[in-house]
């Protein structure tokens, strides 16, 4: 378990802006994962596992899905309450 985030964006083809989603294995085989416009607050949804589920394997499915759909891997993330995306290239 880490508190950092695999982040991925995608921007729109129709012009409707650059959206983030960002995805974390969390505690007791759960999937945290975070989406939204990019620079706004990012939504949020728990997803809890079957404990027949692995959640690393079922975190590369979805970020593969992600891959197809267009989106972008950006690289690894802190987000913060309020949606703030800080790259961990950037923290010190």
Do not use: C, H
């Amino acid at each position: 378990m880490t508190d950092l985030y695999d982040l991925y964006r995608n921007d729109s083809p129709a012009g409707q802006g650059t959206k983030d989603w960002a995805i974390k294995v969390s505690a007791g085989n759960e999937l945290t994962v975070m989406f939204g416009k990019t620079g706004s607050k990012l939504r949020t949804r728990v997803l809890k596992l079957d404990s027949g589920t692995d959640a690393r394997s079922e975190l590369i499915q979805r970020s593969s899905q992600k891959l197809s759909e267009g989106y972008s891997m950006i690289g690894k993330a802190r987000i913060d309450d309020k949606g703030n995306v800080t790259l961990a290239q950037d923290i010190e």
